[in-house]
């Protein structure tokens, strides 16, 4: 047998989950953005050093890498941001 304490259990139990559920939601765009940064300074700055082993130039290509991984993912987290 159910009592009127376990329906205001179960409505504030689930108003939390909604409460949460479109929270994750709407953060989704900027925990994109922050991967997208990672993501972009990690492959400038691999392809960077790929090529400075490939021609012994290091650490020249390295540091042009990881510029152009910096501003790739500033740009794109400037376009993730600004979207709205």
């Given at each position: 047998m159910r009592d009127k304490r376990d329906d205001d259990r179960g409505t504030e139990f689930g108003g939390g989950l909604r409460f949460l559920q479109e929270n994750l939601r709407k953060s989704g765009p900027a925990v994109m953005?922050?991967?997208?940064?990672?993501?972009?300074?990690?492959?400038?700055?691999?392809?960077?050093?790929?090529?400075?082993?490939?021609?012994d130039t290091a650490p020249w290509f390295l540091v042009g890498g990881l510029l152009f991984g910096v501003a790739a993912g500033f740009v794109e987290l400037a376009r993730i941001v600004w979207r709205r």
């Open positions: 953005a922050g991967y997208m940064l990672i993501a972009a300074i990690l492959l400038g700055g691999g392809i960077g050093y790929l090529v400075d082993r490939w021609l």
